[in-house]
């Protein structure tokens, strides 16, 4: 490989080496940005699930399990690697809550929140049916003939799914842990989704899971599960919801006529009492708040707006709930408590005998207020919506998020537990307009800081970011600030190098005009100098006659006239319209005709003919410069001592080069390189600095052939453009 050759290829291996390494960068990115180490055990234990996505729902980590403490329809908390395609999920559920059901998702994707907001496998337990289900959603529900569980499903009870994936082919187990009663259920579906994520999931009730893990699986695996399960080789999803209906009583009789047996009352006892008490007086919680104080007991009615810990709401007021243990509930639980009252520094709170769960999946819905209303104590325990911009956040050890926020009338903080996914908390910047929803408590004035009053968040799903903070921040100043330097620096920098690259070609091009100077006209002169030296000395001492003195003198003519058009050649290839916007073709052109008119020749007989074969390039100043000088000295040479009447220049671009082929019909001479003429030698000079070839053919009477090829080299290279950026500016502005 060339030097030349080198450092044109060198840019290229440099982009291609930072084209990989960007590459590989993005792939490693991509490949490890949702991926979940295989086999997989969950962290709930630690009170960690930062691998875990919720999409809906309240989720929280409590006690070594993560909870959904919401009867919203189809939330979802997914995890691992889309890429997951056979594997066995073993997780540990249960129902909070009735008429719903809990599970898993296997092969999961496309994930948006919503029921049956994504691409995969279901696999959970019912409590309407008592039944085992398994299912396909696509955006939509095609749920296959479930299977009855063993002793029904309860409430509040720990149940271990284990669900096999392998190929198209889903197999479920479930086992009640308090009495070891399994089901079994198996399916095939054909075509299959063939790979995807997991994912834990409740529809309209609030559930519990622990000791999530993900294994490999085999065949003996499934085999266990089909040898005891009703296998389908096809699924039959309804397709219309009487045809549901119907198929229940045709076809899911083991299923539903069993749960008539299971069935609990369709309330639960929780705290205290008989689940047949005495009918209470129902007191507003509005007036429990106002009245005075008294032992006497009182039963409220309302919806639960938060579980840990419980605020309960009717149309009247809220009221806080001091619980000495906690019981499972989920938002938006109608409950009956019986209890006491007791002040709590500025709220007051009920503290019950007994807690009776009523009705599920009756929301409330926020209250939007001012932070002025909020902190007059008005709406003291209730659930609340409310705007402010964010002054600064903070994580504890113990996943508490805590964030500081304030308005153009309060400053107030928000409070919710994580332990989740921290994407959402990522995406809270100080500075941003953010609307929050949670419990509005007011602090006792003796436990009050900066802050007017608290919000009790269920999940950090109860923040919405309205917009992003400014850009003209403190911290985004500086950002700009930094930016702003380095650019400066870098312009400066550059500045620099340009300088330094301005003087460099002014240096170059002062050696190569000094080259050429000391090659082309210091010789000449040097020789006219000689010449007439010897005609002064010869004349000094008397031994010239009229003839040499002559012949000396009209020699010394023709050498000053060689040097003069060497000097003209010189300035006019300099010159930045020597070739009139084209190749060099154009100075030729230009060079040739006022040699004729020099020579005063008949400008209308032109015997030199020029010729361009191929697409024009662009050419480095070196090889347009040798290309320029050698064609002159053609031409000159043809002009004056060949005597030809005809004349082709021809310039062809090919791949590798440019090739210039110069023939004449004149006298021509026999060619020897040892005893060259000084023209002949100016050109293999000129040819040997760009590493062109040069072949010349000459013969008496048959004319002369010379070729030369030259390689493109590295092209206009950047000393090039300076120098001609230097050449052309003042000539423009003139």
């Not at 982009?15 to 949702?34: G, K, N």
């Not at 008429?99 to 337990?125: A, F, N, P, T």
């Not at 509930?329 to 009523?358: A, C, H, M, Y």
């Not at 010379?706 to 493109?712: F, L």
Request: contains cysteine; charged residues 25%.
């Amino acid at each position: 490989m060339t030097r030349e050759t080198f450092f044109r290829c060198r840019y290229w291996i440099m982009a291609s080496a930072l084209f990989v390494i960007i590459l590989s960068a993005l792939l490693v990115y991509f490949l490890r940005r949702d991926r979940v180490a295989f086999p997989y055990q969950d962290s709930f234990k630690s009170n960690k699930a930062a691998e875990w996505t919720p999409l809906g729902g309240a989720w929280q980590i409590d006690n070594g399990a993560v909870y959904n403490r919401s009867d919203e329809g189809g939330a979802k908390l997914v995890s691992g690697s889309p890429n997951w395609t056979d594997y066995q999920l073993s997780a540990e559920l249960k129902l909070i809550g009735h008429e719903g059901d809990v599970g898993v998702i296997v092969r999961s994707g496309d994930e948006e929140r919503g029921v049956d907001s994504y691409k995969g496998y279901y696999v959970g337990l019912r409590s309407a049916d008592s039944a085992l289900v398994i299912g396909r959603a696509d955006h939509g529900w095609m749920e296959g003939q479930p299977v009855p569980m063993k002793g029904g499903v309860q409430i509040g009870v720990w149940y271990r799914l284990r669900i096999v994936v392998l190929g198209c082919r889903i197999g479920a187990e479930a086992i009640n842990i308090e009495t070891g009663q399994t089901s079994w259920g198996a399916f095939s579906d054909e075509p299959c989704i063939a790979r995807g994520r997991i994912g834990l999931r409740s529809k309209a009730t609030g559930g519990a899971w622990r000791n999530v893990s993900v294994t490999a699986t085999s065949e003996s695996a499934w085999r266990e599960i089909r040898f005891r399960s009703q296998f389908l080789e096809q699924p039959n999803y309804p397709g219309r919801e009487s045809d549901y209906s119907s198929m229940r009583e045709r076809y899911f009789q083991h299923t539903y006529l069993p749960v008539r047996s299971y069935q609990p009352d369709n309330t639960a006892q929780f705290i205290g009492g008989s689940e047949h008490s005495t009918a209470k007086q129902i007191s507003p919680i509005g007036d429990v708040r106002t009245t005075p104080l008294n032992n006497e007991p009182v039963t409220v009615r309302g919806v639960v707006t938060l579980t840990s810990p419980m605020f309960v709401q009717d149309q009247t007021g809220s009221i806080a709930v001091q619980l000495s243990k906690t019981i499972e509930l989920n938002l938006g639980d109608e409950v009956e408590i019986s209890g006491k009252r007791v002040d709590s520094g500025f709220t007051r709170r009920l503290v019950p005998d007994q807690v009776r769960l009523l009705w599920d999946r009756t929301l409330v819905v926020p209250i939007s207020i001012t932070s002025t209303e909020a902190a007059s104590g008005v709406f003291d325990a209730s659930l609340v919506e409310l705007r402010g911009k964010l002054r600064s956040k903070s994580f504890d050890h113990m996943g508490n998020i805590t964030l500081q926020l304030y308005d153009s009338a309060q400053t107030f903080s928000a409070t919710v537990h994580g332990g989740l996914s921290m994407q959402t908390y990522e995406k809270w910047e100080p500075g941003s307009d953010l609307s929050i929803r949670g419990i509005c408590t007011i602090l006792p004035p003796a436990d009050r800081t900066d802050v007017a009053f608290t919000i009790l968040m269920r999940a950090v799903d109860d923040v919405q970011v309205l917009a992003g903070p400014p850009w003209w921040n403190g911290r985004q100043l500086i950002r700009v600030a930094c930016v702003s330097m380095a650019m400066l620096a870098c312009g400066i920098y550059l500045f620099i190098r340009l300088e330094r690259w301005k003087m460099h070609a002014i240096i170059n091009e002062r050696e190569r005009l000094a080259h050429d100077m000391h090659d082309t006209l210091a010789q000449s002169f040097a020789g006219v100098g000689f010449h007439l030296q010897g005609l002064y000395n010869r004349m000094r001492i008397g031994t010239a006659d009229r003839s040499d003195v002559i012949e000396m003198l009209h020699r010394a003519y023709e050498m000053v006239s060689h040097s003069h058009r060497e000097a003209s050649a010189c300035i006019a290839a300099l010159h930045p319209d020597a070739d009139e916007g084209g190749d060099v073709l154009f100075a030729l052109d230009r060079c040739a005709r006022e040699m004729l008119d020099d020579d005063r020749r008949d400008s209308k007989v032109f015997p030199v003919r020029f010729v361009r074969e191929g697409t024009p390039r662009s050419l480095s100043m070196p090889v347009r410069d040798a290309i320029f000088h050698i064609g002159r000295e053609a031409i000159t040479n043809m002009l004056r001592h060949s005597h030809a009447t005809d004349m082709e220049l021809e310039l062809r671009y090919q791949a590798e080069g440019v090739v210039l082929n110069m023939r004449d019909n004149g006298i021509g001479f026999v060619y020897d390189p040892a005893v060259s003429g000084f023209g002949l030698r100016t050109m293999q000079r000129r040819c040997a600095k760009v590493r062109a070839q040069i072949g010349i053919t000459s013969a008496p009477g048959l004319g002369t052939q010379i070729t030369v090829q030259v390689p493109y080299g590295f092209g206009p290279r950047s000393i090039d453009w300076v120098r001609s950026l230097r050449i052309r500016m003042p000539h423009r502005a003139s």
